[in-house]
């Protein structure tokens, strides 16, 4: 089951950067995406979502833009911090169902 | 913030044995998850559970799981005969009626 993808396992940013994550998508039947950020040893924390009306939803330091013709959407953190470190899930959803669909995830490293 | 509580942190069972997985989801929320990450895996979907029963699972979802919320506060997921293959953290999650999904800590279920 590949319908969310997050190409890249890893990604290294040097503090104050802007980092840029990717996630790729192939169920049409999708209309809400999130994305979450994980520590070791803590569950996923919910950073940000985007409803498949939107194109681009900001909250602080964290922006969500969707590409609908593309699938793909992508979490920009600007400026980035050592706390960002952790790894970031993409995840989707369709109307009238429950289910969230994750991706494999991406590691950040923010370099001091 | 309130947050979802699971216990125990680490699960350490026979193959063939019951466990049960609890927690404690966030009071006047509504709906109830469960998901699983199997080391190096995706989170996947197991169940969602609304008004007291199954609203929709998947097809790790069997007749060797089940989950009840016996006492309007706990909400439980029982594996009737564990196996290898279930060794995995187990993520608790819910949310309230138009808010996005908020994980526990997880359980780590360690079948031996």
């Known amino acids: 089951d590949q319908q969310v993808k997050q190409n890249s396992p890893s990604l290294s940013v040097q503090e104050g950067r802007i980092s840029i994550l990717n996630c790729d998508y192939t169920?049409?039947?999708?209309?809400?995406f999130l994305w979450y950020k994980k520590y070791p040893a803590e569950g996923p924390t919910f950073l940000i979502s985007i409803s498949s009306i939107k194109d681009k939803n900001e909250d602080g330091r964290f922006t969500v833009f969707l590409n609908k013709s593309a699938k793909h959407l992508s979490l920009h953190i600007v400026p980035s911090q050592p706390g960002d470190s952790a790894v970031y899930f993409c995840a989707a959803k369709d109307f009238g169902n429950e289910k969230l669909t994750f991706g494999t995830g991406t590691r950040l490293t923010i370099i001091p | 913030e309130p947050e979802v509580t699971q216990t125990p942190s680490h699960q350490v069972t026979q193959m063939g044995q019951e466990v049960i997985l609890r927690c404690v989801p966030i009071s006047n929320h509504l709906y109830f998850y469960w998901y699983r990450q199997i080391l190096g895996q995706k989170v996947e979907f197991l169940v969602s559970?609304?008004?007291?029963?199954?609203?929709?699972k998947s097809e790790i979802f069997d007749d060797q799981f089940s989950v009840e919320r016996p006492d309007g506060s706990n909400f439980t997921l029982k594996i009737r005969s564990t196996k290898l293959e279930d060794s995995a953290m187990y993520f608790c999650a819910d949310r309230g009626r138009d808010s996005p999904l908020h994980f526990g800590n997880g359980t780590r279920l360690t079948v031996t």
């Open positions: 169920n049409s039947m999708f209309d809400y």
């Open positions: 559970f609304y008004n007291n029963e199954i609203s929709e």
